[in-house]
């Protein structure tokens, strides 16, 4: 089946730095990849939307600015959450839909998440 | 706006005891419905899906779900629950092109 890999899957870092996180389609075409966020005991949220090759687009309250996304190829997105800090600390999950999908509006792939610890 | 509204936060039953899960969503147009589980330290998983045609959908593990459109309802069903069941469940809705997620139900079962 269509299998999304997250990366890193766990990290830790110290206030005011910036982490990268990858999602990457690793057997199909993801022209829109999707970028949520768990908190502890709640759903997912969706942050933004990651289209191949133009901007994302970006929910209402979620700052673009903070959270930088690129998606530069049709099996790669990332996340860029830039000067962290502890209240960005969450899961952040990454899904896709594969692009032969798209018109058929089939399931979404996900990520197994990555969970973000700022001290 | 496009929302999703999942009745029960926590949910305890015991083993072989009936399951439903309740999922209103808002949409004005046409909607695909989801229902995913995420077990314990793990990631999410599909359990079923609707986009058209009958609205008895039957998904993985013996669950299935109703759409009832007159009630926009999606509830998860399972007639007898396993130990093995316990996890979260999501019911999420594509309208137009995004998909929105539940708050999630968390269901204890006791063995």
């Known amino acids: 089946g269509a299998v999304v890999s997250q990366h890193p899957s766990w990290v830790i870092c110290k206030s005011g730095t910036s982490v990268k996180i990858e999602c990457r389609s690793l057997?199909?075409?993801?022209?829109?990849m999707f970028w949520y966020r768990q908190f502890p005991k709640q759903s997912l949220m969706l942050m933004a939307t990651?289209?191949?090759?133009?901007?994302?687009?970006?929910e209402q309250g979620v700052e673009k600015d903070k959270f930088l996304i690129n998606h530069a190829s049709l099996t790669l997105s990332t996340l860029t959450v830039t000067s962290a800090h502890p209240e960005d600390s969450s899961f952040y999950i990454c899904?896709?839909?594969?692009?032969?999908?798209?018109?058929?509006?089939?399931?979404?792939?996900f990520g197994d998440g990555t969970r973000l610890s700022i001290l | 706006a496009q929302s999703v509204s999942q009745h029960n936060h926590h949910v305890i039953l015991s083993e072989a005891a009936s399951l439903e899960l309740g999922c209103n969503y808002s949409?004005?147009?046409?909607?695909?419905l989801f229902w995913y589980v995420q077990y314990p330290g793990q990631h999410l998983q599909l359990l079923l899906k609707?986009?058209?045609?009958?609205?008895l959908v039957k998904g993985i593990k013996g669950f299935e779900a109703e759409f009832i459109k007159s009630k926009f309802s999606f509830n998860l069903r399972k007639p007898s629950v396993q130990w093995s069941d316990t996890a979260e469940y999501f019911c999420?809705?594509?309208?137009?092109?995004?998909?929105?997620f539940g708050a999630g139900t968390r269901l204890f079962v006791k063995a």
């Open positions: 899904s896709a839909r594969a692009t032969r999908d798209e018109r058929r509006n089939q399931p979404q792939h």
């Open positions: 057997d199909f075409q993801a022209t829109t």
């Open positions: 990651s289209n191949e090759g133009s901007k994302a687009t970006y």
């Open positions: 949409y004005g147009g046409t909607v695909n």
């Open positions: 609707y986009f058209s045609g009958d609205p």
């Open positions: 999420a809705v594509t309208g137009g092109f995004k998909t929105i």
